[in-house]
């Protein structure tokens, strides 16, 4: 039986189902989901992401962490964690980058948070010279100081949606008519996880909350309060988010999120407002939220470019100008992009963040 018609079995048994089933179902089912049965990756796949863009991206991020390691007191044993690694590009670039980093390698225990069993194996593959570990999640993290990177991870993460009606909220939900999907509205019910969002949000403004994303940050700022380290967090996304931005890629197009569950990429922004608040609750530092661009400029890969393009001419060069174009110009990845870094309370932060 297909995903859809599985679906549309269960919303015919137990009537409409959230915006985050749908999700979860859409991209994790065991056997049918868009994440377990495929990689995704790359021009022949759905959607493509910076370290797929270009090397220059995961070489800096990697010395950012290593700078924070050294910033830190070189910790003997810390964990090197990425959270969602695709096909182990963004990992395989960090630890190219900092092989020179004296001592660096040694301490790092590296650790890879994945769901799909698909991507697992590409990720063994790239990674082969370094064993990683795989952990089911972050709460199985050692506990040690811990340095961690999340691109384009929060943005997989489940969302429900919600309308405000008064001061009440009505919940967005998938249903079926006639063998095809369609949102409706729930009850109109108090929401306690929003009740901040009555001073912004007016009737029929749609709001977004990523409960998942909460018990993982949480995790994160805990270990690094008690243990030291950092965190980067990558996505597109905003500070308090107002508005639908569930979205469905398929072949690089955006298509109805609805439409072909199980065979598109379902998305939505990531809102880093209840990130920094779950930080912070947990005695953990973060910085200002910085577009990707700024960031990537501040750690140097306009320098990174030119180094690299002296190799290059015809159409390596082209390309090498045009990922950068694309990781950083405020047209394409470095508005829309964001980074928010997590560091101790008594530690500087993160290179290339601001407190
Ligand atoms: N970070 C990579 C890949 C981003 S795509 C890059 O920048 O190229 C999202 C990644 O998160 C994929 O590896 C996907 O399989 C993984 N993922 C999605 N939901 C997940 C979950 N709930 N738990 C663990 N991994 C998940």
């Given amino acids: 039986m297909s995903l859809k018609d599985q679906l549309i079995a269960r919303i015919q048994q137990d009537g409409p189902m959230s915006v985050s089933d749908y999700m979860t179902e859409c991209l994790l089912h065991p056997t049918l989901g868009y994440y377990t049965t495929r990689d995704p990756l790359g021009a022949a796949g759905d959607f493509i992401t910076a370290p797929e863009i270009s090397q220059m991206f995961g070489e800096l991020i990697g010395l950012c962490l290593a700078q924070s390691w050294m910033d830190q007191g070189k910790p003997v044993r810390f964990t090197l964690c ?32 994945e769901a799909s069993p698909v991507l697992q194996l590409a990720q063994a593959d790239t990674l082969k010279e370094y064993q990683p570990d795989w952990i089911d999640g972050v709460a199985d993290l050692p506990d040690q100081p811990l340095l961690l990177v999340a691109n384009e991870f929060f943005d997989a993460l489940p969302i429900r949606q919600f309308l405000r009606e008064g001061d009440g909220w009505c919940e967005r939900l998938v249903g079926e008519r006639d063998g095809s999907f ?15 969002r009555l001073s912004d ?25 008690s243990h030291g380290g950092a965190a980067l967090i990558v996505d597109y996304g905003d500070w308090r988010s107002l508005g639908d931005t ?7 197009e955006s298509v109805d999120p609805l439409a072909t569950p199980g065979q598109a990429d379902l998305t939505a922004h990531v809102d880093f407002e209840p990130l920094a608040v779950a930080t912070r609750a947990c005695g953990c530092r973060h910085t200002r939220l910085t577009p990707q661009g700024v960031f990537l400029e501040r750690l140097g890969i306009t320098a990174r470019a030119q180094a690299l393009s002296k190799a290059l001419s015809g159409s390596e060069l082209d390309a090498l100008v045009t990922a950068h174009r694309r990781l950083t110009h405020p047209d394409e990845m470095g ?3 964001k980074v928010m870094g997590l560091f101790p309370a008594y530690a500087t932060p993160p290179p290339g963040l601001e407190p």
Avoid at 83 to 105: C, E, K, Q
Avoid at 188 to 196: G, K
Avoid at 246 to 252: D, G, M, S
């Fill in 182 to 196: 369609l949102f409706g509205r729930g009850p109109t019910e108090p929401q306690v996880a929003l009740t901040d």
């Fill in 201 to 225: 949000a007016s009737d029929d403004d749609l709001v977004e909350l990523c409960a998942a994303a909460i018990p993982i940050l949480t995790v994160i700022a805990g270990r690094i309060a």
């Fill in 335 to 337: 508005n829309l992009f």
């Fill in 82 to 113: 990425e959270l969602g690694p695709g096909r182990g590009t963004l990992m395989a670039d960090i630890l190219r980058a900092t092989r020179g980093v004296a001592g660096f390698h040694d301490a790092a225990q590296i650790v890879l948070v």
């Fill in 246 to 252: 569930l979205q469905a890629l398929q072949n690089h």
